[in-house]
């Protein structure tokens, strides 16, 4: 399988953070602060990890909310959609002042063309 979240994880230079079985790294959007929670190996269902591994994933997520917020945006939304890559991850979505809240949010930072920031 060719599976971009696994490549990925083979270029050190992307990676931010990593615990045991966890992975945050930036995102690939003109988005600052927006990061990329991503399972070690290759899951593509929260149903398959192992209680270890739902532990390891709040301490990574407890470093991710850390890095976002030194961004120090209003807000920061948290989604796991797997659809365009089946490879289990969770965007971290920092808002900023003057962008558009709520769902419209993480629909444009998750689709292609975010706009750049002015």
């Known amino acids: 399988m060719n599976c ?14 990593e615990n045991e079985f966890w992975i945050l790294r930036k995102a690939n959007q003109n988005l600052e ?3 990329y929670l991503e399972i070690k ?3 593509d269902s929260w149903s398959q990890l192992t209680l270890e591994q739902f532990e390891s994933y709040g301490r990574a997520l407890h470093k991710g909310t850390e890095i976002v917020q030194s961004f120090h945006p209003e807000k920061m939304y948290m989604t796991a959609i797997a659809e365009r890559v089946p490879h289990l991850h ?3 979505i ?3 002042s003057g962008q558009t809240p709520g769902i419209d949010h993480i629909s444009q930072a998750t689709g ?3 706009p750049k920031p002015m």
Request: aromatic share 14%; glycine share 10%; with cysteine.
């Open 4 to 17: 971009p979240i696994c490549e990925a994880h083979k270029n050190p230079t992307e990676i931010l953070f």
């Open 33 to 35: 602060g927006y990061l």
């Open 41 to 43: 190996g290759h899951i």
């Open 90 to 92: 969770v965007h971290l």
């Open 94 to 96: 920092p808002r900023f």
């Open 112 to 114: 292609p063309g975010f």
